[in-house]
């Protein structure tokens, strides 16, 4: 057990670290969260006609998940879960580091925190941090009373008290007994109508802000802003359109997947950057010029990468008359693939346009 007890301290507390940054696991959180989210669509896009229909039999659309599918809501409400924790923690821990520990007989420790010294790791390990439910109700009391920094500009933390419940309920769920999964539908409203806006409120906060690197997607060739896109869908008077959710979410994992880099750099790399990205670019064109050489295809600009290598899969469509003769013919798109950041969509899809997005060009011509 000593080998046990040594491998365990052997690590480090984030804010003695180099980087001297205690929110990079709340930020790498939130972006576990959204690369899990964007990839709902990649799960259940074989049977995806199932889960957009208005009337479908839930019984008939739950044999349909998958485990991918599974993997993906887990880890999607799990992390959102951790990152608004963490955040929230942050905030109370700003105020004085006392608010986010329960009632601890370790006096040196509690001394060592009043005084703003830092406590070791078994210190550390020696406090135990509150729970998720005690640190919304602390928060939301300050901020009711008005007992803390810039309440005025976390009062949406109190408005959102039962979408933070909620979503720790959710989690518990499925941490605990692990028998809870939402439904498809259920899930996009679920984070573009209550979680994503909380997102935007609290990564504008000045503690937060400004840390988009760590967490956001790489900015899309097409210019479309994917989160507001999806928070927008939900605030319309308008049905909403999933197969719309559907097409964004896959932009984002495929923004996400974008191994080009150039764009991200100070000009002090971006040179060492350009190279390694058109290493990328003439990887995806060889696998395209060979891809259509024997495919009955097209190539298209991808509105994620902005790379010529995103293949448009063609099949043909045959109309006979009564007797058997050809009367028309024509090609149609049946699926797209981009061979540089992975963008895949398959058949099903109307033009952007027809969804309000705008910079992407017609795919499905």
């Known amino acids: 057990m000593k080998r046990l007890n040594d491998v365990i301290k052997d690590g480090f507390i984030l804010q003695e670290s180099n980087n001297n940054d205690e929110l990079d696991i709340a930020f790498t959180s939130l972006k ?99 729970e998720f439910s005690e640190t919304i109700t602390r928060l939301t009391d300050l901020i009711k009373k008005k007992r803390i920094n810039d309440y005025k500009k976390l009062n949406f933390i109190h408005s959102n008290m039962k979408v933070l419940t909620e979503l720790n309920v959710l989690r518990n769920r499925i941490w605990h007994r692990g028998l809870y999964i939402l439904r498809y539908k259920a899930l996009d409203e679920f984070v573009c ?112 990468c902005g790379v010529d290598t995103l293949i448009a899969y063609k099949d043909s469509e045959l109309e006979l008359d009564d007797e058997g003769n050809l009367i028309n013919a024509y090609d149609y798109t049946y699926r797209l693939v981009c061979e540089c950041c992975g963008l895949s969509l398959n058949s099903g899809f109307s033009e952007a346009k027809s969804y309000g997005l705008v910079g992407i060009e017609n795919l499905w011509d």
């Open 193 to 304: 109508n209550f979680i994503l806006p909380l997102v935007v409120e609290f990564v504008n906060l000045n503690q937060f802000s400004g840390n988009d690197h760590l967490w956001k997607y790489k900015k899309l060739n097409c210019k479309i802003s994917i989160i507001d896109e999806l928070i927008k869908e939900y605030k319309s008077t308008e049905p909403v359109n999933t197969r719309k959710i559907a097409l964004l979410k896959e932009l984002g994992r495929a923004a996400y997947n974008n191994p080009l880099t150039e764009a991200t750099h100070s000009s002090r790399i971006m040179t060492f950057a350009k190279i390694l990205d058109n290493k990328e670019k003439l990887r995806a064109r060889k696998i395209v010029e060979a891809i259509t050489q024997h495919e009955n295809s097209s190539v298209k600009n991808c509105p994620v």
């Open 32 to 130: 576990i969260a959204l690369m899990s989210y964007f990839t709902t669509y990649q799960d259940c896009h074989s049977y995806i006609g199932v889960l957009v229909k208005t009337d479908n039999d839930v019984s008939e659309e739950d044999i349909s998940y998958h485990n991918s599918y599974y993997k993906s809501c887990i880890e999607t409400i799990v992390h959102f879960q951790h990152f608004f924790e963490l955040a929230c923690k942050k905030i109370l821990k700003d105020e004085h580091p006392l608010l986010v520990n329960e009632a601890s007989k370790k006096v040196v420790a509690l001394h060592k925190l009043l005084k703003g010294e830092s406590l070791s790791v078994e210190e550390e390990s020696s406090l135990r941090s509150i």
